[in-house]
């Protein structure tokens, strides 16, 4: 069966320092992975996404993820931290449409 | 293009109640998705619709029921509102549903069931 752990409820950054919000996984195959934003009070958007091509994807604003299969791993990684980052980020991995499974989240605190 | 849009954005029902919860979608997407948000939790997926005319269980589809009305729309509806489905409620789309597909959300409606 799936699922997915985000390892910490909350990370507080300083501005331009690096960001690091950790994802780890379980599947019985292949699966796909995902890590999506939601700012306060809005929808969500698609930060990025492996589909087993490469391993290190990139994706909007700076952010990008590594998949480690030995590791189960999908950490969500960005160099300098800024103000309009802070958010709710949620890890998802997918085998299915009908086993698509959310992370609890991850919410980032930037501090100036 | 408004890409999803659902209507109401907030709600407030007292237990008994019903109501619809509208979502309408402008990419000429085939699948569609309704999920709930809870405090502390990811999303769950109540139910969705690969393409017109199908729909299937999700996650928690216990007290709703959906219609996929056309291509563009898909309605969720509580029959009989209960305190447990306090949530915010976000619709989805995706191209074709398949498991790689991005998923584009409507900006949710955030329901109260007294």
């Known amino acids: 069966a799936q699922s997915v752990t985000q390892l910490d409820s909350h990370v507080s950054v300083s501005e331009g320092t690096p960001v690091l919000l950790r994802c780890n996984y379980s599947s019985s195959y292949s699966p796909s992975l995902f890590w999506y934003v939601q700012h306060p009070n809005k929808g969500l958007q698609l930060l990025l996404k492996?589909?087993?091509?490469a391993t290190l994807v990139k994706g909007i604003n700076g952010f990008e993820a590594e998949f480690k299969k030995s590791e189960t791993s999908f950490h969500l990684t960005k160099p300098s931290a800024h103000m309009s980052d802070a958010a709710e980020y949620f890890c998802v991995v997918s085998e299915s449409v009908d086993q698509l499974i959310w992370g609890a989240g991850t919410k980032l605190i930037i501090k100036p | 293009n408004a890409g999803v849009t659902q209507t109401p954005k907030f709600q407030v029902l007292k237990t008994g109640q019903s109501m619809t919860l509208q979502c309408a979608q402008d990419?000429?997407?085939?699948?569609m998705y309704w999920y709930r948000q809870d405090p502390g939790m990811g999303l769950r997926l109540i139910y969705y619709s690969a393409s017109e005319g199908t729909t299937d269980k999700g996650e928690v589809p216990n007290g709703y029921n959906v219609s996929r009305l056309n291509k563009r729309e898909f309605s969720l509806r509580l029959e009989s509102a209960a305190p447990s489905q306090t949530s915010v409620y976000f619709c989805?789309?995706?191209?074709?549903?398949?498991?790689?597909?991005?998923?584009?959300f409507g900006p949710g409606t955030r329901l109260t069931v007294l």
């Open positions: 492996y589909t087993s091509a």
């Open positions: 989805a789309s995706s191209v074709s549903g398949g498991a790689p597909d991005t998923q584009y």
């Open positions: 990419m000429n997407h085939n699948s």
